[in-house]
């Protein structure tokens, strides 16, 4: 029965190996298709993960800076419902700051950051283990649209999901069920997820938010390919890409792709990639919820809402939902 021990304070690394073996029939099949396409996992790494934490401080981007300040102003409840003995499991932790806001206001025994991003991981648990020293810290790179095993330390303690930073934004609506299901198995029935989620809004201040007057979100979306040529031998030339970023109002995403700027093959170990003039790859899809539609997807995967915290504007929301299995 989970919960009764008390884990010793450790720090533990768990590489579930997320970029290996499957990366290159992924990427050439998404490349193959009609409409091109490469999941948005691939944006991070190392040098994604910095941009990242750049675009949260953009001043088009808002997402970052609402979500925040909903933790901020609501941290006391959120904190009740974390309660002070569970292992708290992130999902896509990034730069683990949110977390932050978590952990000044309860005291879980366990933190289990799950990214794909192995260093930019790595660093930003190893400040939370030297920031909390009361805290048993476990990091795990992992691909989470996958299947993958969590530590053992998640099975002996009760457990809380954290998804923040609308992440969950990116999964096609028909895939968050699914996903939703496997974080329910995590947290077990009666258990319990907090999930940042970005609401519709006006399309203008959605299309700014994702074409940045500095152009970091721009190095951001270019900055996948350099990953491709690292991670699988591959040859593409950023500059002969240009990042386009736009609102699919009938589809209630934001729709981010790489345009060629020439007619021009690409070369992935061995594979070889033909582009025409102006041909795309779609790298993001970033969707945007009003809170029924939200609601409705969490319910088919058997969670409920508990709570639903949101900023003065409706731009945001953070949901605690409790998994009715
Ligand atoms: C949009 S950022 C959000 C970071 C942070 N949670 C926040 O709220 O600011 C997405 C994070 O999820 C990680 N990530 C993206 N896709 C992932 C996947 N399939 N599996 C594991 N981590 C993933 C990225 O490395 C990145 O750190």
């Known amino acids: 029965m989970p919960g009764s021990v008390l884990p010793e304070r450790e720090f533990r690394f768990h590489d579930r190996q997320p970029d290996l073996p499957d990366a290159m029939a992924e990427v050439?099949?998404?490349?193959?298709?009609?409409?091109?396409?490469?999941?948005?996992?691939?944006?991070?790494?190392?040098?994604g993960s910095r941009l990242f934490d750049d675009i949260t401080r953009l001043p088009e981007y808002y997402l970052t800076r609402t979500e925040v300040g909903i933790m901020r102003e609501n941290r006391e409840d959120m904190a009740r419902a974390v309660g002070d003995r569970a292992c708290l499991v992130e999902y896509g932790s990034g730069s683990s700051e949110k977390i932050r806001i978590l952990l000044e206001a309860c005291r879980p025994a366990a933190y289990v950051p799950v990214d794909i991003s192995r260093a930019h991981l790595l660093q930003s648990a190893r400040a939370?283990?030297?920031?909390?020293?009361?805290?048993?810290?476990?990091?795990?790179?992992?691909?989470?649209?996958?299947?993958?095993?969590?530590?053992?330390?998640?099975?002996?303690?009760p457990c809380v999901a954290f998804f923040p930073g609308s992440s969950i934004g990116n999964f096609d609506p028909a895939d968050v069920p699914?996903?939703?299901?496997?974080?329910?198995?995590?947290?077990g029935r009666g258990g319990r997820l907090i999930v940042g989620v970005d609401a519709k809004k006006d399309a203008d201040v959605l299309h700014a938010a994702y074409n940045d007057g500095a152009g970091v979100t721009e190095a951001f979306n270019l900055n996948l390919?350099?990953?491709?040529?690292?991670?699988?031998?591959?040859?593409?030339?950023?500059?002969?890409?240009?990042?386009?970023?736009?609102?699919?109002?009938?589809?209630?995403r934001i729709e981010m792709y790489l345009a060629s700027t020439a007619t021009q093959s690409v070369r992935l170990n061995g594979a070889e990639i033909a582009f025409d003039t102006g041909e795309r790859i779609h790298t993001e899809s970033s969707y945007k919820y009003d809170p029924d539609e939200f609601l409705e997807l969490a319910g088919a995967a058997g969670f409920v809402q508990q709570r639903m915290w949101t900023d003065e504007r409706g731009y945001f929301m953070v949901l605690l939902l409790e998994y009715a299995g």
């Open 178 to 187: 699914g996903f939703l299901a496997a974080v329910g198995a995590v947290v």
């Open 128 to 157: 939370i283990y030297e920031d909390y020293d009361w805290l048993a810290v476990h990091p795990t790179c992992a691909d989470y649209s996958r299947p993958f095993a969590l530590p053992d330390i998640a099975s002996a303690l």
């Open 225 to 252: 390919l350099k990953h491709l040529n690292d991670l699988l031998d591959a040859d593409f030339d950023p500059a002969r890409f240009e990042h386009q970023a736009e609102y699919n109002p009938a589809r209630g």
């Open 28 to 47: 050439v099949t998404g490349l193959s298709r009609s409409a091109k396409t490469v999941p948005p996992k691939y944006f991070y790494d190392a040098t």
